[in-house]
């Protein structure tokens, strides 16, 4: 981001927006910019604190520092609306050396007014090179195991470092999971809904098998697999419901 966006017309920071999916790299992206930009970063826990109740005293003296300062709320989305008008008072009467940063999944639940106060800054899902690339110095790693393992709609750098943690420290559990995963391919390339209690045994992922249904499936049947993630629908009776021929 070109520093011409960092500055309002009033003076201030212009505050941020880092919204995108778990493990996009949000938070290496916030801590990143706080570094190239040489201010102290200050965060403040919000999916824990969803009221601010344990929060306003911290955001009243951050936001009045003199000092160059970026305040990181992560996962501001979390925040009920109470907090967001509380929040939304802080980002019009903050010190001018103070930037925040709000870091959430969904940016459309932010209430309108704070919103229009920021600058959005998307991150997207990483693809798999960018993925390999964030583990490529780390020695004895089988990235191509992780690549097997690893499904396109897993792919985040949270799952990914997981993944190698588990691969070079604890290599039986594994090895495990791979084992399991390479079964799970093999149920979903021959999957019928007669078996579905046997893939709930097996301790399968609905997703994996519902994924597999969608690469080849209508509209109509995304479309019900949205209403259904909407109403917080069961997730195996769904896959049954698409595999039935």
């Not at 070109?2 to 927006?17: P, Q, R």
């Not at 209508?218 to 069961?234: Q, V």
């Amino acid at each position: 981001m070109n520093n011409s966006l960092e500055e309002s017309d009033t003076g201030h920071m212009t505050a941020l927006i880092v919204t995108g999916p778990a493990g996009c790299g949000k938070s290496r992206w916030i801590q990143n910019y706080a570094q190239e930009r040489g201010r102290q970063l200050f965060v403040c826990p919000c999916r824990k604190d969803r009221t601010l109740r344990d929060g306003r005293q911290r955001l009243h003296i951050w936001g009045r520092r003199t000092e160059p300062a970026i305040l990181w709320l992560e996962g501001a989305d979390d925040l009920t609306p109470e907090a967001q008008a509380f929040l939304r008072r802080i980002l019009e009467t903050h010190a001018p050396q103070v930037q925040f940063i709000l870091e959430c999944r969904d940016s459309s639940r932010l209430q309108e007014p704070i919103r229009s106060r920021c600058t959005i800054h998307r991150k997207y899902a990483p693809s798999w090179d960018e993925l390999a690339n964030s583990v490529h110095d780390i020695r004895g790693l089988n990235i191509e195991e992780i690549h097997e393992y690893l499904m396109p709609h897993e792919y985040s750098y949270r799952r990914m470092h997981h993944c190698a943690d588990l691969q070079l420290h604890m290599p039986d559990v594994w090895r495990h999971m791979v084992e399991h995963r390479r079964n799970e391919r093999e149920a979903c390339r021959t999957a019928d809904a007669d078996s579905i209690m046997e893939y709930i045994t097996q301790g399968y992922n609905p997703e994996h098998f519902i994924m597999a249904k969608l690469a080849n499936s209508n509209a109509k049947l995304l479309a019900e697999y949205g209403d259904c993630l909407e109403r917080s629908g069961t997730l195996w009776a769904f896959a049954g419901y698409a595999l039935h021929p």
